[in-house]
């Protein structure tokens, strides 16, 4: 069974940029497609990246879509999300996800396998 860990969350300014990481272990990244989610306290969770096990297809939620990039090094089992021109409503924890279907899916029931989540604050 797959084990992923997130860091790199934290605090920044508005229009500030911070990279996020997940590593894996137990499993190789390359067996799965990956996304990213994120979720404030008293909503739900929401999609906001994916990744293709290559890397080769990425999706992004239109609330990120120019200003976050996901990316991925299966040598390293490791899943990045770079966080540009950062505002305020992207506050939340951020969780990575894998998904063994490969599907490229905005449907979180779909992703098997998920971390415990990284803080992210953007102060105004």
């Known amino acids: 069974q797959v084990q992923l860990v997130e860091s790199g969350g934290g605090l920044v300014q508005a229009g500030g940029s911070l990279r996020l990481s997940c590593a894996a272990s137990?499993?190789?990244?390359?067996?799965?497609?990956m996304g990213w989610f994120r979720q404030v306290p008293g909503k739900e969770r929401e999609f906001v990246t994916a990744i293709s096990w290559s890397g080769e297809s990425t999706r992004y939620s239109d609330s990120v879509k120019g200003r976050f990039t996901i990316s991925r090094d299966n040598a390293k089992n490791t899943v990045y999300l770079q966080m540009n021109s950062l505002k305020p409503e992207d506050t939340a924890v951020y969780f990575c996800?894998?998904?063994?279907?490969?599907?490229?899916?905005?449907?979180?029931?779909?992703?098997?396998?998920w971390g415990q989540g990284t803080q992210v604050t953007v102060s105004s």
């Open positions: 996800a894998a998904d063994k279907l490969r599907l490229l899916t905005t449907i979180e029931k779909y992703y098997d396998y």
């Open positions: 137990g499993g190789f990244l390359s067996s799965y497609t």
